[in-house]
């Protein structure tokens, strides 16, 4: 948890900023000023808001703090993607990466500093979990890579996915915060069908998210469809395994009948034969999933796992095709400069 000397205002509700107003002596209006320039303008200081009095900014300034997220270093791929390393308030870096196609422009955010899950194959895992991002910390990514785009693009982002650093549902209230004001017309008013949150399989919070009915889309990090090689990359499946995971899904999709997706990174020799292919297939028929999206796994310095050659990849998705499941390789982006999926680590 981010620890301040004195309470962050981006904290306070609506409701919470118009008595705190009003308490001051100060026209309700001045709230709803106050509100703007925190979420629509998103202002990074109190002097940034330059409708309010001298005096008035000077005493929000001596009761509360505003700890903006800011740009420590931006890095260029050949494809167009953009990274960016992001410096909290208290001195911790954070990565998120702006990916631009022809049709789309889609910000990949962290949720945590760190992780704690240690995947294998993912670079975030071999690092400590420092600490869960502010919701307001997380709006400041998604806000800082959409000017990104505008700047580089001309175009507002149009897609969201919580595939960053962390587990997004182990930073659970902060993530749907920070959706509900990334999705709010007085945040950046996107879509929650346009937001994708992946997880690592935290079956308990998948039921959660059906709970609550939220509007977003989900994705699971699959990666293996047996439990005896999942739980070999990836030590969550100790806790949360296949058949748990199958169950959530299943009820996750009556609450809410949002979209599912299921993630899978081809390593060569370990998951990529036809028998895995099979085992998948049976996967996908036991819970209601849109796509599996096919990943090609991408080095990193702390794992010995290598991507398996195109002929191979391909007779996987041509296996998959030919039992009618819906299939779609995703090609790699930004691998140069290390802003690929599994490679975020601040570096």
């Known amino acids: 948890m981010l620890k301040l000397a004195k309470p962050n205002i981006r904290q306070l509700s609506k409701e919470e900023m118009e008595q705190y107003f009003r308490e001051m002596g100060e026209k309700a209006f001045r709230a709803k000023q106050v509100y703007e320039w925190i979420w629509t303008k998103q202002a990074r200081s109190f002097e940034d808001m330059t409708n309010l009095s001298k005096e008035l900014r000077a005493k929000l300034a001596e009761n509360f703090s505003l700890p903006a997220?800011?740009?420590?270093?931006?890095?260029?791929?050949?494809?167009?993607?953009?990274?960016?390393?992001?410096?909290?308030?208290?001195?911790?870096?954070?990565?998120?990466?702006?990916?631009?196609?022809?049709?789309?422009?889609?910000?990949?955010?962290?949720?945590?500093?760190?992780?704690?899950?240690?995947?294998?194959?993912?670079?975030?895992?071999?690092?400590?979990?420092?600490?869960?991002?502010?919701?307001?910390?997380?709006?400041?990514?998604?806000?800082?890579?959409?000017?990104?785009?505008?700047?580089?693009?001309?175009?507002?982002?149009?897609?969201?996915?919580?595939?960053?650093?962390?587990?997004?549902?182990?930073?659970?209230?902060?993530?749907?915060?920070?959706?509900?004001?990334?999705?709010?017309?007085?945040?950046?008013?996107?879509?929650p069908r346009r937001i994708t949150v992946s997880t690592a399989g935290v079956a308990k919070m998948i039921k959660q998210l059906g709970d609550d009915q939220v509007r977003f889309k989900l994705a699971l990090s699959l990666h293996a469809a047996t439990d005896a090689k999942r739980h070999e990359i990836m030590p969550i499946n100790d806790t949360n395994d296949i058949q748990s995971l199958v169950e959530a899904l299943n009820y996750f999709y009556q609450k809410t009948g949002n979209e599912i997706t299921f993630e899978y990174i081809l390593f060569k020799d370990?998951?990529?034969?036809?028998?895995?292919?099979?085992?998948l297939v049976k996967l996908y028929r036991r819970v209601p999933a849109d796509l599996i999206n096919i990943i090609e796994y991408n080095p990193i310095d702390l794992a010995l796992f290598e991507k398996p050659d195109e002929d191979k990849t391909m007779q996987f998705m041509q296996y998959l095709e030919k039992h009618r499941v819906n299939v779609r390789l995703r090609r790699s982006r930004g691998k140069d400069i290390d802003a690929a999926c599994g490679q975020l680590a601040n570096k």
């Open 69 to 191: 997220l800011t740009g420590d270093l931006t890095q260029h791929s050949s494809d167009g993607t953009i990274k960016s390393r992001f410096r909290t308030v208290d001195g911790h870096l954070v990565e998120g990466v702006l990916i631009p196609t022809d049709d789309r422009k889609t910000a990949c955010v962290s949720s945590q500093i760190g992780c704690s899950l240690s995947c294998k194959f993912c670079a975030t895992g071999y690092m400590d979990r420092k600490r869960n991002l502010e919701f307001d910390e997380i709006f400041d990514e998604v806000a800082l890579i959409n000017q990104q785009s505008e700047a580089s693009y001309g175009k507002k982002l149009t897609n969201i996915v919580f595939m960053g650093m962390g587990e997004p549902l182990l930073n659970y209230k902060n993530v749907l915060k920070a959706i509900e004001k990334i999705s709010s017309p007085e945040g950046l008013g996107m879509s």
């Open 270 to 279: 370990f998951n990529d034969s036809l028998e895995d292919a099979a085992e």
